[in-house]
């Protein structure tokens, strides 16, 4: 059964960047063609998606958010991971990161991890 | 990009009573369209997926129709553990856009 979980800061500064890593377990972050995403939602709000990478690098992005995001993956640790730049409060949000299943929907999620942008 | 809509943003019905939602696409997606229920402080559970497809383990009352634009979520007998909010989602192409959700309570 495969496992996400989220680790990261719970506090970044605004103007500085938020940077979460997602860890994969049971099962290879390299199998077959599906993607992982960062999923973000605002307190008392709807599921934003900010964008997914495959297992070979290629990333695709939230347009709203394309200019401050990077999606990485380190294929050797089993990890991929967000960067966000430049965050304000409107930043402040629980992230998930997620991947997909044979079924091309998101059927895998992280415990999800608070991040408050406050100085 | 491709808008999705989702309507009534609300909802409240009787246990028993059989519940149904809608998403809009503002492009045809064909069937790539997932919904998921999100109970209160609880990470999102995939219900459904290729439009009509149930996940394994998610109760057969249940049900997802629709192509192109038009979709809906039914529930035929509402039960307590139903409330939730309930997103559609559509995975056709990048933007992976989630629809605004919609809100199921107990009357």
């Known amino acids: 059964q495969v496992q996400l979980q989220e680790s990261g800061p719970g506090l970044v500064k605004p103007s500085e960047t938020l940077a979460l890593t997602c860890t994969v377990s049971?099962?290879?972050?390299?199998?077959?063609?599906?993607?992982w995403s960062w999923i973000r939602q605002p307190a008392e709000k709807g599921l934003e998606w900010i964008g997914r990478i495959y297992p070979s690098g290629s990333t695709n992005y939230n347009p709203s958010l394309k200019s401050r995001v990077t999606i990485s993956v380190d294929t050797s640790k089993n990890q991929f991971s967000l960067k966000l730049s430049s965050v304000t409060a409107a930043d402040t949000a629980v992230y998930y990161c997620?991947?997909?299943?044979?079924?091309?929907?998101?059927?895998?999620w992280g415990q999800g991890t608070l991040v408050t942008v406050s100085s | 990009d491709i808008q999705m809509t989702q309507s009534p943003s609300s909802l409240s019905a009787s246990v028993g009573d059989r519940v149904t939602m809608t998403c809009r696409a503002s492009?045809?997606?064909?069937?790539?369209l997932a919904w998921y229920q999100q109970r209160l402080g609880k990470v999102p559970k995939l219900l459904i997926y290729a439009a009509s497809t149930l996940q394994s383990g998610v109760p057969s009352r249940f049900s997802g129709s629709g192509s192109g634009t038009d979709f809906t979520l039914t529930i035929t007998s509402l039960q307590p553990e139903d409330v939730a909010t309930y997103y559609c989602?559509?995975?056709?192409?990048?933007?992976?856009?989630f629809g605004g959700g919609t809100k199921v309570e107990i009357k």
């Open positions: 049971g099962g290879s972050i390299s199998s077959g063609s599906y993607y």
């Open positions: 997620a991947g997909v299943g044979v079924n091309w929907a998101f059927d895998y």
């Open positions: 492009q045809g997606i064909s069937n790539y």
């Open positions: 989602q559509k995975y056709d192409s990048a933007p992976l856009t």
